[in-house]
């Protein structure tokens, strides 16, 4: 199923900030405009995808011609002039993309001594769901 929200892209000097009014403004990067395209795409899927598997409520999208910006803008660049800005619609299959991005496996090859893979066999462990968790422990060291 497609899911379609309004996005506001805000020229900046370095490339674009894209806001999503809709989903109490969250906000990604991008350097060029196709590079913000994707990273809007991205971050849409990332957060329905989240919502789904935490139970939470999906906020309904607005319509296009509906959203006023202008203030909102203004708090975020303060004392600075509101760089130009589009509204745009950006739509992703979040299942889809899921598949893609967020849930495929990748199957990776590596050695280890053959001392520590038949003590391993000989205890039943899993090597996928070790290496799965020993990344994750160092990825939050």
């Not at 990067?29 to 989240?50: N, P, Q």
Request: some cysteine; glycine content about 2%.
């Amino acid at each position: 199923m497609l899911s379609v929200y309004p996005a506001c892209f805000c020229k900046e000097e370095n490339g674009y900030s894209i806001f999503f009014p809709d989903l109490n403004w969250l906000a990604t990067c991008g350097d060029t405009l196709e590079d913000a395209m994707e990273m809007a795409v991205d971050c849409l899927a990332g957060y329905l995808y989240d919502c789904k598997k935490e139970n939470e409520p999906i906020p309904t999208a607005s319509e296009m011609n509906t959203l006023s910006v202008e203030a909102q803008l203004k708090e975020f660049y303060e004392d600075s002039p509101i760089p130009s800005y589009f509204i745009n619609m950006v739509s992703v299959d979040v299942e889809a993309y899921a598949k893609e991005h967020f849930e495929k496996s990748v199957k990776k090859t590596l050695s280890i001594p053959a001392w520590l893979n038949k003590a391993a066999l000989e205890q039943g462990i899993n090597f996928s769901q070790t290496l799965q968790e020993a990344l994750l422990a160092k990825l939050r060291a």
